[in-house]
């Protein structure tokens, strides 16, 4: 079987002559969202794309009019001869990686994913398949994640400094996802933070789906926007930011590297696990990861992305089983 693979209204998929689109801006064809973050969701739906239900309602606190088709994870789609199945992917709730199959092959894409465990989402699960198109956020070699309990240690211990001295605290995550998670860690340590109007309302969400958030009772501790915390000028603030993104950038303040996403060691382990006789390198250090791959597990790996001129022409590589 031929399988056409392309980059540029998200992840195009041609099997057996019809098209399905992952994570597509615009949602035409048929149209699979791994998860709710911003860059992953269409901004326009022509036909309803597919996601979980946490997917659905974190996409409609941003867009109202989103629409969608809503299916269960680990329960598969048929679309003629092609089936679809929504996995765990371990990102943030309700993401999923996209397991489609036919007789002949297997694709996982995996969207955005982290391998650790996680304090406000359900862990990863792993399929092989005979196809993995992988993202690439964080797959630099120089790229290593600590510890989850780590992170927890020294921000505890910062922020028990700074209030001994008398600072207030802001502390600033991706609104999605990362506050969340930050709120968990925080609350494991019997400190319950109040939190910006947009954290609050993806909180509330989270809250929903049985995810255990308690806030708003400690005055001198916020949660807020990474963006909105790094512009805050106060003799009367201290400001982390939790971020991967802390190893390579300088954000202007005190971080840690909190990560939603795995880091190179960890997509490597993934990668191995999966088995997959190709590999194609998305959204981030797409040159660099596949050619690790290639190299250190002699694994079939290629970059997947738009073309030099930063345009919408698509890149297109074939592979046939």
């Not at 326009?44 to 809503?70: G, H, M, W």
């Not at 993995?132 to 290593?144: A, D």
């Amino acid at each position: 079987m031929e399988v056409k693979i392309s980059y540029g209204n998200g992840i195009g998929l041609k099997l057996n002559g019809e098209t399905f689109l992952l994570d597509p801006k615009i949602s035409d064809f048929t149209s699979f969202v791994s998860h709710a973050h911003f860059d992953h969701s269409p901004y326009e739906i022509i036909k309803k794309p597919y996601c979980t239900q946490e997917t659905f309602e974190l996409i409609k606190v941003r867009d109202p009019s989103f629409k969608a088709n809503i299916v269960r994870k680990n329960e598969k789609i048929d679309f003629g001869k092609v089936s679809v199945e929504f996995i765990n992917s371990g990102h943030m709730l309700g993401s999923a990686q996209i397991l489609i199959e036919t007789e002949d092959v297997s694709i996982l894409y995996t969207g955005d994913f982290k391998l650790r465990e996680s304090l406000s989402c359900e862990s990863i699960e792993i399929r092989n398949a005979d196809i993995l198109i992988i993202e690439s956020t964080f797959g630099l070699r120089s790229i290593s994640f600590p510890s989850l309990e780590k992170i927890e240690e020294e921000l505890i211990s910062w922020i028990e400094k700074q209030l001994k001295e008398g600072y207030s605290i802001n502390l600033g995550g991706y609104p999605l996802g990362k506050s969340q998670e930050i709120i968990s860690i925080l609350n494991r340590n019997k400190i319950y933070p109040k939190l910006s109007s947009t954290v609050e309302k993806y909180s509330e969400v989270y809250r929903k789906f049985g995810v255990k958030l308690n806030y708003g009772k400690d005055d001198e501790i916020f949660v807020k926007p990474i963006n909105i915390v790094c512009s805050i000028k106060s003799s009367k603030w201290k400001s982390c930011v939790l971020t991967g993104w802390t190893l390579l950038r300088d954000f202007g303040t005190f971080g840690l590297p909190l990560s939603d996403h795995s880091d190179f060691n960890q997509i490597l382990s993934f990668v191995k696990e999966v088995r997959p006789k190709v590999v194609y390198c998305v959204h981030g250090f797409v040159k660099e990861l596949s050619s690790a791959i290639r190299k250190e597990l002699g694994i079939k790996a290629f970059p997947l992305f738009k073309d030099n001129n930063f345009n919408e022409q698509k890149s297109l590589v074939e592979f046939k089983i």
